[in-house]
């Protein structure tokens, strides 16, 4: 999906802000497109929260400039930016029924009685909360009240939609649907939606695009598999998943042949290797590793040997740890396709392909 | 038994407070049906209600009842409306003096009244503003800031901020997020300390009496009245009063209590 139209929906230009002891956001340069899912992902701390409420004008940035489809937004009040908000704590006014939190947004523009109760009854719909308009807040279930905390900014029409952790108090299962049921959302409206969360696996379910933020900076960002696949930082590298790091010494360039400590001998991807001289820092997921027994003959081009210390096995898959030489301790996550079980104790070889080696800065 | 002993001592004690707490309140309420025309009103003398028929007969009274009432009800206005502002600022803002400032609203809770009415006495005549009228409002407000600051700020505290940044997010300049949400949500806190206010400046005696010139309060006038002996149409005014805040605090327990129902009913 291509998200760079020309002019983005969201764009921060060198966006720094500094609380009295301390900078939250450091330099931020981002645009994010036009009807995209775009998650800000990064933990606690971060600066996320932030960076969010700075584009929803609860925040005047230190320096730097805001843009709202190509508009100078800076300083602006939030109520005269075309964006809304869904708070982590959703922010339901309790003395308002459902009904009339979600009709406030268009009460204060003005919108006539008629056209209210006709947009907030479809928004009520889309939310799937049309039997309990007449209640408080108060009496609906945690769910209930983030589908109103959405609806309430959603039936404004928004061009963008801020989100900041709003599936974060909910448990697992419900967490789960309301991801499926948000990104159904955001398709059938067509809006940019900016999703806070530090839930990785919550941003690669439903983003488009993802912004890796660690400290006040943003590392990578990128379509979801690009980055898992391509991390190119060891914190984006840690933060989306397992990895297995190890140290290289480049020994040809153009074909990608590096060194372990040992002198063994493993190939990577040459065009990751550009600029990297030296010793560089490789990695490669646990389930990208295959595990073989030692007298196994077909073989991928980077081999290691090594000895199982720990099995474990969980139903779709194993999680194995294999003591290297020269590395020590690597995880490989078998499928279990075949009857080949290892088990602690056994000599074993882990194989994996050069192109699914990252080389992280 | 535990429970049988303990079955009858508590109803007892619990009567035995009621009776201190109220006796004095039903002999004002007898003593309005006591059937006497001039002289000290504490010998039951027979039956009548003459004088609940007759309430306007003494002048001074339902002058000085006015008189209170307006003062009552102007001070405790004023009074809401700063502390409420000043709550406001007390919990949202950190500002140079902001300490300094609850300790000085702390002061006159603490302050001996009989101090702080004579002091602000001296500080009238220091200023050559002749005491009266609006002398009292002005003493009766500044001591009733005080108790309006520590009721609403008890409310405002243990607001979510966010309501109001979502208000405004959902475009609501300040002005209409402070009156839609804002003020409904810390307004039981404002109306407390509006009828606190109320009830404190309507029976002040000591600050009042340093400051108030020739005027002639509620209070002011039992006073004086009870050394020629109090004439029973004030039993009659000080009932109804009783009776009105009676039933008015009963209807209140009866809404809240429904309304409590109402929203644990899902
Ligand atoms: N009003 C503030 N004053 C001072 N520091 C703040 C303020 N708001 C946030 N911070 C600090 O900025 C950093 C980033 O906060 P935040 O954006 O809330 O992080 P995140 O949402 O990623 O968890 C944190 O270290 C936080 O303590
Ligand atoms: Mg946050």
Not at chain 1, 66 to 95: C, M, W
């Amino acid at each position: 999906m291509d998200t760079r139209t020309d002019i983005p929906a969201v764009e921060l230009d060198g966006v720094t802000k500094e609380f009295a002891d301390f900078t939250a956001v450091y330099e931020l340069n981002l645009a994010i497109g036009e009807n995209t899912f775009f998650a800000l992902l990064g933990p606690s701390g971060c600066g996320k929260t932030t960076t969010l409420r700075m584009i929803g004008g609860f925040e005047d940035p230190t320096t730097g400039v805001i843009r709202l489809h190509g508009e100078d937004v800076t300083g602006q009040k939030p109520y005269q930016r075309p964006v809304n908000t869904v708070f982590q704590s959703y922010a339901l006014f309790p003395h308002l029924t459902i009904f009339e939190n979600v009709a406030f947004g268009l009460r204060r523009r003005g919108v006539e009685d008629a056209e209210v109760k006709r947009r907030v009854n479809e928004m009520l719909e889309l939310v799937q909360l049309t039997p309990f308009i007449k209640r408080k807040p108060k009496q609906l279930s945690g769910g209930q009240q983030q589908r109103v905390a959405l609806a309430r900014a959603l039936v404004n029409h928004p061009r963008v939609l801020l989100l900041d952790e709003p599936l974060g108090a909910l448990d697992l299962k419900l967490r789960k649907e309301m991801q499926i049921e948000l990104k159904r959302i955001q398709q059938e409206v067509g809006i940019t939606f900016i999703h806070v969360t530090h839930d990785q696996e919550e941003a690669m379910t439903m983003a488009d695009v993802i912004a890796v933020m660690h400290q006040g900076r943003i590392e990578r960002m990128g379509e979801p598999t690009e980055i898992y696949e391509d991390p190119r930082t060891a914190f984006v590298a840690g933060f989306l998943g397992a990895s297995n790091m190890m140290s290289v010494t480049v020994v040809d360039r153009g074909s990608g042949a590096v060194a372990l400590n040992g002198g063994t001998r493993l190939h990577i991807d040459p065009s990751k290797l550009d600029g990297g001289d030296g010793t560089v820092r490789v990695g490669v997921r646990p389930e990208k590793l295959r595990i073989y027994p030692i007298d196994e003959v077909s073989l991928p081009p980077n081999v290691l040997q090594g000895t199982v210390t720990d099995a474990s096995f969980i139903g779709v898959s194993t999680h194995y740890l294999v003591e290297a030489d020269h590395i020590g301790e690597i995880a490989v996550v078998a499928q279990n396709l075949d009857d080949h079980h290892h088990r602690p104790g056994d000599p074993v070889k882990v194989g994996w392909l050069p192109q699914h080696c990252f080389v992280v800065a | 038994m535990r429970r049988s002993r303990s079955g009858w001592v508590l109803p007892a004690y619990m009567w035995l407070v009621l009776i201190y707490l109220f006796l004095p309140v039903f002999v004002v309420i007898a003593f309005s049906f006591n059937d006497i025309n001039r002289g000290f009103n504490v010998v039951w003398q027979g039956f009548t209600i003459r004088h609940w028929l007759d309430p306007f007969r003494v002048p001074d009274i339902v002058e000085s009842l006015g008189t209170s009432l307006v003062i009552a009800f102007l001070s405790a206005a004023v009074a809401t409306v700063l502390g409420t502002l000043i709550a406001l600022a007390l919990v949202r803002y950190r500002f140079r003096g902001r300490s300094t400032t609850n300790v000085f609203l702390f002061l006159p809770m603490a302050t001996p009244e009989v101090v702080l009415g004579s002091s602000l006495l001296a500080l009238f005549i220091t200023l050559r503003v002749a005491t009266g009228f609006w002398t009292i409002v002005i003493a009766h407000i500044l001591f009733n800031i005080s108790y309006a600051v520590v009721t609403v700020r008890a409310r405002i505290t243990g607001f979510d901020r966010h309501l109001e940044e979502a208000a405004m997010d959902l475009y609501s300049d300040e002005w209409n997020t402070f009156r839609r949400v804002t003020l409904p949500m810390i307004l039981p806190g404002v109306l407390a300390a509006f009828m606190l206010g109320f009830a404190l400046s309507f029976d002040d005696f000591i600050i009042t009496n340093f400051n108030s010139g020739t005027v002639q309060t509620w209070p002011m006038y039992v006073w004086g009245a009870s050394r020629r002996g109090i004439p029973p149409q004030v039993n009659v005014w000080a009932t109804a009063i009783f009776i009105l805040t009676t039933v008015a605090m009963f209807v209140n327990l009866r809404i809240q209590g429904r309304r409590a129902a109402r929203s644990a009913d899902v």
